[in-house]
């Protein structure tokens, strides 16, 4: 049994995020609580869970102050998120935890840099996006050509030619699982102008999300094909991003929100 525990509620174009301060990183914190906590019927309710926790408390040598502990909803330990990095940095501004300004976030994908103000839009480092080639992923019976996309996490972004809002993506899109053994964030995205897109993404581990920062980066990669890439506007349906792609690494720029704050009951986890 856990007792009570303080939380915050944030999101970043509506991927939201159940924020755990544990500085210490003195919390049990088990896949049935990261499930309970992001029920959005029985729960706080989340796409997943940020642990706050000082980075000494982890073991690691990394050269950062504070580490992302990120789960997502089903449990499960996920390698990087970029709304979530995003959230969390703004959390630690918002909780004077750091100050504004540029610093590295440590993240199980490596260091993140972030650079953001007192208030207002949050911008990630992302690393360089690996296009790794062809994979296909399958959706109420039809197949689609993608890209596979390293971001730290696996992706698989498909081109489309219709609308993405008419996709059905209530179920899991089907991928050969030899080549992702550890599952896969699928994409489907749409030219809708000049280095302009639209996307909907299916999360390993949460289902359909509002939005994935991972994933809008590795469909701006798929979209600009290893060309180096500029500026994409990526539009979401929770919303509207920005990734520049420079062919040495990416950044993804975006609105990060604390909507909420409390404490969970004793024992109810």
Same mark, same amino acid.
């Given at each position: 049994m856990i007792e009570a525990m303080r939380f915050v509620k944030g999101h970043g174009t509506e991927n939201d995020f159940v924020i755990l301060p544990d500085p210490d990183g003195v919390l049990d914190l088990t896949?049935?609580?990261?499930?309970r906590l992001c029920d959005r019927r029985a729960g706080i309710g989340a796409d997943g869970v940020l642990r706050v926790v000082r980075t000494k408390a982890t073991g690691s040598d990394a050269d950062a102050e504070w580490f992302m502990d990120?789960?997502?909803? %089903?449990?499960?330990?996920? &390698? *990087?998120?970029?709304?979530?990095?995003?959230?969390?940095?703004?959390? $630690?501004? %918002?909780?004077g935890l750091a100050p504004p300004g540029e610093w590295d976030l440590a993240t199980r994908a490596g260091l993140r840099r972030v650079t953001l103000g @007192?208030? +207002? %839009?949050?911008?990630?480092? *992302?690393?360089?996006?690996?296009?790794?080639?062809? =994979? &296909?992923?399958? $959706?109420?019976?039809?197949?689609?050509? +993608?890209?596979?996309?390293?971001?730290?996490? @696996?992706?698989?972004?498909?081109?489309?030619?219709?609308?993405?809002?008419?996709?059905?993506?209530?179920? =899991? @899109?089907?991928? %050969?699982? =030899?080549?992702?053994?550890?599952?896969?964030?699928?994409?489907?995205?749409? +030219?809708?102008g000049e280095r302009h897109v639209e *996307?909907?993404?299916?999360?390993?581990?949460?289902?359909?999300?509002?939005?994935?920062?991972?994933?809008?980066?590795?469909?701006?990669?798929?979209?600009? +094909?290893g060309t180096g890439g500029g500026e994409w506007t990526v539009d979401v349906p929770g919303g509207r991003v920005t990734v520049v792609l420079d062919g040495a690494t990416s950044h993804l720029r975006g609105p990060a929100v604390l909507v909420a704050e409390g404490e969970t009951r004793p024992g109810w986890i």
């Open positions: 896949a049935e609580a990261v499930r990120y789960r997502n909803a %089903d449990g499960s330990i996920a &390698e *990087m998120c970029g709304n979530g990095v995003r959230v969390f940095a703004r959390y $630690l501004v %918002d909780a @007192p208030s +207002g %839009d949050v911008s990630v480092e *992302m690393g360089r996006p690996e296009l790794l080639g062809p =994979a &296909e992923a399958s $959706l109420a019976g039809a197949a689609f050509a +993608g890209e596979r996309v390293s971001v730290g996490n @696996p992706h698989l972004a498909c081109r489309v030619t219709g609308p993405v809002a008419a996709l059905d993506l209530s179920r =899991a @899109p089907g991928f %050969d699982p =030899a080549v992702f053994p550890d599952g896969v964030n699928v994409e489907f995205f749409r +030219g809708v *996307m909907r993404v299916f999360e390993r581990g949460s289902g359909e999300t509002r939005s994935c920062g991972t994933g809008t980066v590795a469909v701006a990669a798929a979209a600009a +094909g």
